[in-house]
Nanobody, 125 residues
Framework: EVQLVESGGGLVQAGGSLRLSCAAS????????IGWFRQAPGKVREGVSC????????YYSDSVKGRFTISSDNAKNTVYLQMNSLKPEDTAVYYC??????????????????WGQGTQVTVSS
C-alpha cells in the first residue's frame, strides 16, 4: 500500500523559512517522481516543485524558483521542500504526490497516482 505523509507546516512570518517533509512508503518501483503541490482557499491546486528519484532531476514553478529547494533522502524514502523567503501568497495547504512513472518537467495532476493528506502553511505579513 502506497502511503504519503506530509509534515512540517506551520505559521511563519514573511521572510521566514519552513521545511516540509514527505515520507513515502509502499513503492514498488525505484523510478518514480515526487511532486509538491499547493492549494489556497478558492484557488486551483498548483504545482510547486518535483524531483525524480532515478537521477535527481528537479523542476520548479516560476513563482517559487530561487526561493524553494526540493531534495530527497532516498535511504529514508523522504522528500523535502525547503521554503525560504516566504511570502503571504505562499499560504496554502501543501500536498505531496507520487508519480510512479517518474515524470517531471510539468505539473499535471493526472500524472500523479497517490497523494498525501496535506499540511497547512501560513505566512503572515
Amino acid at each position: 500500500e502506497v502511503q504519503l505523509v506530509e509534515s512540517g507546516g506551520g505559521l511563519v512570518q514573511a521572510g521566514g523559512s519552513l521545511r516540509l517533509s514527505c515520507a513515502a512508503s509502499g513503492f514498488t518501483y525505484d523510478d518514480h517522481a515526487i511532486g509538491w503541490f499547493r492549494q489556497a482557499p478558492g484557488k486551483v491546486r498548483e504545482g510547486v516543485s518535483c524531483i525524480r528519484k532515478s537521477d535527481g532531476s528537479t523542476y520548479y514553478s516560476d513563482s517559487v524558483k530561487g526561493r524553494f529547494t526540493i531534495s530527497s533522502d532516498n535511504a529514508k524514502n523522504t522528500v523535502y521542500l525547503q521554503m525560504n523567503s516566504l511570502k503571504p501568497e505562499d499560504t496554502a495547504v501543501y500536498y505531496c504526490a507520487a508519480d510512479l512513472h517518474g515524470r517531471i518537467g510539468a505539473f499535471r495532476l493526472s500524472w500523479y497516482d497517490y497523494w498525501g493528506q496535506g499540511t497547512q502553511v501560513t505566512v503572515s505579513s
